[in-house]
């Protein structure tokens, strides 16, 4: 059981730590944990956000914990050296091209949420966006027009085999809760989210047990605060994907609360928080680590099938916050490693 620990920048080393001691905690048979370079560290370290010895432990690992990268000091660099593209080469060259980002909000914390309790106290969503495709990896530049006039451009494109694989997912995804597939696209301006949607209805054959509906990008971003318990799965490209779930985030309480498992097809995954590596709290002991313990989570459910463990890690972070352990981000005052300790001592 070999496991690539890619910490990254800013608060990633800060909350990865924390998930590790977890992990460790649990005194797992034959966990290996393999540490790589990634994101602005990595470029420091050896040129580049995503070096080849990085990748190859992760192609020789069997899943990949990762903490954050960005480091806006490095953000004049040529964009294929940004530190962001060390989460983006390794989505890409993994082929991760389903993220699931669970939000749920934790039982008799409804009052950690933005929102009223009996709004937040409904939700149970998983968001499964695809991360292969999308603006986010289309050919993009900046020319001169003949005015001259800059312009920046990115091409948005999804091929019908990649929206057919995602719908998949989120079916199959849908099938083992409520039954209740929502697509989110803008598919009333988009040929690409056209395409999308046309798609969905295809492979929504396969599944007539799955109750299919359709939403624009804006209405959902709307409905999310005004009616999230509605939602059970939602399926959305990258780009949509994306901007809704760190919405959904606060919807039960923070972005220092929500994981994610980013898989390919088989059990291989690589797991993260949602959030990024914000500079703004990072080397500050501030940062809530509970994001990536509950990531830490999902790796051991989705690529070893350990389910007792991951539930135990789950029911631990549920007790800390149930005591009043909180993090800056929910309006407390714990620190990184307090939290850490508590969701320990909870285990
Ligand atoms: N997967 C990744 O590695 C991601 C990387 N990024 C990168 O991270 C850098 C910062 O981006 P931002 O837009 O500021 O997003 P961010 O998610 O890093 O931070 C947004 C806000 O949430 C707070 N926050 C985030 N995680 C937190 C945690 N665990 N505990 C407490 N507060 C937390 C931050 O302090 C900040 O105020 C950029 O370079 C960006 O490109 C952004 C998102 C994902
Ligand atoms: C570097 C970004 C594309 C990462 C991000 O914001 C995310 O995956 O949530
Ligand atoms: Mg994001």
Redesign the pocket.
């Known amino acids: 059981m070999r496991i690539a620990v890619f910490a990254?920048?800013?608060?990633?080393p800060e909350?990865t730590a924390e998930a590790v001691r977890v992990l460790e905690a649990l005194n797992i048979d034959g966990l290996e944990l393999v540490e790589g370079d990634v994101?602005g560290a990595a470029y420091r370290k050896h040129g580049h956000p995503l070096p080849q010895q990085t990748l190859d432990i992760a192609r020789s690992a069997d899943a990949v914990l990762?903490?954050?990268?960005?480091?806006?000091s490095l953000?004049h660099l040529e964009r294929a050296l940004?530190?962001?593209q060390?989460?983006l080469g390794l989505r890409k060259e993994l082929g991760l091209f389903a993220n699931l980002r669970p939000a749920t909000v934790f039982k008799g914390l409804e009052d950690l949420s933005t929102l009223r309790p009996e709004v937040s106290g409904k939700i149970d969503l998983l968001i499964v966006r695809e991360l292969n495709g999308d603006v986010y990896f289309g050919e993009k530049g900046t020319r001169t027009l003949e005015d001259g006039r800059r312009q920046g451009w990115d091409m948005m494109s999804y091929a019908e085999d990649e929206v057919r694989r995602i719908a998949h997912a989120g079916f199959k995804a849908a099938q083992g809760r409520s039954k209740k597939l929502c697509s989110v696209d803008k598919a009333n301006v988009l040929e690409t989210s056209q395409l999308w949607r046309d798609v969905v209805i295809e492979v929504s054959a396969e599944y007539p047990d799955v109750e299919l509906t359709h939403m624009y990008v804006d209405n959902a971003a709307m409905q999310l605060v005004k009616n999230p318990g509605a939602f059970d799965v939602i399926v959305t490209g990258n780009l949509f994907g994306?901007i809704l779930s760190?919405q959904a985030s606060m919807c039960v309480g923070?972005?220092?609360l929500l994981a994610s498992a980013s898989l390919a097809e088989g059990t291989f995954g690589l797991y993260?928080?949602?959030?990024?590596?914000?500079?703004?709290?990072a080397g500050k002991g501030?940062?809530?680590?509970?994001?990536?313990i509950l990531s830490a989570a999902m790796l051991l459910r989705h690529s070893f099938g350990l389910e007792a463990e991951a539930a135990r890690i789950e029911a631990a972070v549920a007790a800390a916050l149930a005591d009043g352990i909180k993090?800056?981000?929910l309006g407390g005052s714990a620190g990184?490693k307090e939290i850490g300790d508590a969701v320990l001592a909870r285990l």
């Open positions: 990254g920048d800013g608060i990633g909350v994101g990762f903490g954050a990268v960005g480091d806006f953000d940004r530190p962001e060390a989460v994306d760190d923070s972005i220092g993260e928080p949602i959030h990024g590596s914000a500079p703004d709290i501030l940062a809530n680590p509970m994001a990536t993090g800056g981000d990184t």
